[in-house]
C-alpha cells in the first residue's frame, strides 16, 4: 500500500512539471512574439504594453499605454487589430509623447477623428499655454510593415495660422475646415493643425511611416536636436474629397525645420506634397512675434529668434523624390542657416496629380523672400548640394546672398534658361561654385 501511495504520488509530481514546463515555455513563445498574454499586468513580467490593455476612447487608451510604459519597458506597441473592432485607431485629440518612449506602429492605420483639432503626435513637454517647456529626450516612432498615419476624412481645420477657413474653394489665403463660420470657433489654422509636432527634444527618430493628407506641415520640429528620419512617404496633395467634393487644403509641406534645428539626418524620403517636401527655416520675423505655448501660432514655441542657438545647422539630406519642390532652405535678417548637406534630390511632375501654383518653382531653393526682412549677407552660407534633377521652372533657385556654397552635378529638363537661376545680383553673393549643372531638352 505504501508503494501503491509513493508511485502516485511521483507521477502526480512529475505530471506537474510537465504542465509547469509547458505553461513556461508558451509564455515565453508569446513574449517573443509580442502578444498578449492573457490576466498579466501590462507592466509586469515583460509583457508588451498595447492600448488593447486598456479602456476608454482610442486616444485614451494610447494615453494610458504609454503612461504605463513610462519608467518600466519604456516602449509600446500599437498592432494592426483594435479590440474594439477593426484595424484603425481613431484620434480625437493629440497623443503626448514623454522622454525615453519608443511607440512601435505595427502594420496600423492611426486616423484624426473628424472631430479632432489637434496634432496626432506631440512631444508632451509642449502645448498652448505652455510658456516655459522644457526638454524631452529619445523619443521614437517606428513603424513596421505598412503603417499608415491619416488626416480627417473631414477636417475641422487645415492650412496655417494665417489660414481662413472656407467651406468653398474661393481665392485668397484660406484653407477648407469644417469650422468655418461657425460662431466662437477659431476661424484660423495653427500649430495643432500639423500632424507631428515636435519640440525641444535631444534625439528623435521617425521611421518607415506613410502619412497621408496631414492638414498642415506633416512633420513639424523646432528647436530639436540629433534627429534620424528615414524611410517615410507623404502623400499629401492640395485637394482633398470631403464627402465626394474636391476641397483645397494649403502649405501641406512634408518635413519641417524651423528654429534652431541641429543635427539631422534625412533619408529616403519620397512625396506628393503640396508645398516643400523639405522646408528648412530660421526666421528673424519681427515684430511679428508669438511667444511659447501661443495658440495662434504656427509654431508651439517661440517665433522669435534668440541668438545662433535658434540657427539652423548641421543637416544631411540624401535619396529624395516629390512631385513638387524639394528642399527650401529660407532665413531671414540676422538668423542663420549653415552647413547643409544634400545629394539626390529629385523633383518630377506627376501626371496624375496637379503640381501647386502651376509647376515647381525649384528642386532646391536657397534663400527665400517674403518671411520678414531679407537674409543679411553671408546669413546662408556652407550649402552643399549634388546629385539633383528637377524639371520645374528652376533646378537652383538662389534668392540670397550667399556665401560658400556649391553645386554639383544637376540635370535640368525645366523653362528655364540655366540649370541655376538668380533672383540676387551674383556679385553679392561670395564663393560660389558650379561645376556641371546641365541644362538638356526636356524629354517627350
Not at 507521477?11 to 517573443?32: M, P, V
Not at 515583460?46 to 519597458?73: H, L
Not at 513638387?324 to 548637406?341: E, K, L, P
Request: glycine share 10%.
Amino acid at each position: 500500500m505504501f508503494r501503491i501511495k509513493l508511485r502516485g504520488t511521483f507521477f502526480f509530481l512529475l505530471l506537474q512539471c510537465c504542465i509547469l514546463q509547458i505553461q513556461t515555455s508558451a509564455g515565453k513563445e508569446l513574449k517573443k512574439a509580442g502578444k498578449i498574454v492573457p490576466g498579466l499586468e501590462p507592466s509586469k513580467a515583460g509583457a508588451v504594453i498595447t492600448p488593447n490593455n486598456f479602456k476608454g476612447t482610442d486616444a485614451e487608451r494610447i494615453q494610458k499605454a504609454i503612461n504605463a510604459a513610462k519608467g518600466k519597458s519604456n516602449k509600446v506597441v500599437i498592432p494592426m487589430q483594435n479590440s474594439k473592432g477593426g484595424n484603425i485607431w481613431k484620434i480625437d485629440r493629440a497623443i503626448l509623447l514623454p522622454s525615453n518612449m519608443s511607440l512601435i506602429l505595427d502594420n496600423c492605420i492611426i486616423q484624426l477623428s473628424d472631430s479632432c483639432r489637434d496634432n496626432m503626435f506631440r512631444s508632451d513637454n509642449v502645448g498652448a499655454g505652455i510658456t516655459d517647456p522644457a526638454w524631452n529626450y529619445n523619443i521614437s516612432i517606428i513603424g513596421i510593415g505598412d503603417v499608415q498615419l491619416r488626416g480627417a476624412d473631414n477636417p475641422r481645420s487645415t492650412g496655417d495660422a494665417y489660414r481662413t477657413l472656407t467651406l468653398t474653394n474661393e481665392k485668397g489665403r484660406v484653407s477648407y475646415g469644417s469650422d468655418a463660420g461657425k460662431e466662437g470657433i477659431k476661424q484660423k489654422g495653427d500649430w495643432r493643425n500639423n500632424m507631428i509636432q515636435i519640440a525641444k527634444v535631444d534625439g528623435f527618430k521617425l521611421k518607415n511611416i506613410t502619412i497621408k493628407n496631414s492638414h498642415a506641415w506633416a512633420i513639424s520640429f523646432e528647436r530639436t536636436i540629433n534627429v534620424e528620419l528615414s524611410a517615410l512617404r507623404f502623400i499629401n496633395p492640395e485637394y482633398i474629397q470631403v464627402n465626394g467634393t474636391e476641397v483645397k487644403t494649403y502649405n501641406k509641406d512634408g518635413i519641417n525645420l524651423r528654429h534652431g534645428c541641429k543635427y539631422f539626418r534625412i533619408d529616403n524620403i519620397t512625396g506628393i506634397n503640396g508645398d516643400d517636401l523639405i522646408a528648412l527655416s530660421s526666421l528673424d520675423a519681427a515684430p511679428y512675434y508669438h511667444t511659447n505655448g501661443d495658440i495662434n501660432s504656427y509654431q508651439v514655441t517661440s517665433t522669435r529668434w534668440a541668438g545662433p542657438e535658434d540657427d539652423t545647422e548641421q543637416v544631411f539630406i540624401t535619396n529624395c523624390q516629390t512631385n513638387y519642390t524639394g528642399v527650401a532652405i529660407r532665413a531671414s535678417d540676422n538668423a542663420s542657416i549653415h552647413h547643409v548637406y544634400i545629394n539626390g534630390v529629385i523633383t518630377k511632375a506627376r501626371p496624375d496629380t496637379p503640381p501647386p501654383y502651376g509647376g515647381s518653382p525649384y528642386t532646391v531653393l536657397v534663400g527665400g523672400r517674403g518671411y520678414g526682412d531679407n537674409s543679411v549677407r553671408g546669413k546662408i552660407n556652407n550649402i552643399y548640394a549634388t546629385n539633383l534633377f528637377g524639371d520645374g521652372k528652376s533646378l537652383i533657385l538662389v534668392e540670397s546672398q550667399v556665401s560658400d556654397c556649391q553645386f554639383i552635378n544637376g540635370m535640368y529638363t525645366g523653362t528655364a534658361p540655366d540649370a541655376i537661376t538668380y533672383n540676387v545680383d551674383k556679385k553679392t553673393t561670395t564663393n560660389i561654385t558650379e561645376v556641371n549643372l546641365i541644362k538638356v531638352a526636356k524629354s517627350q
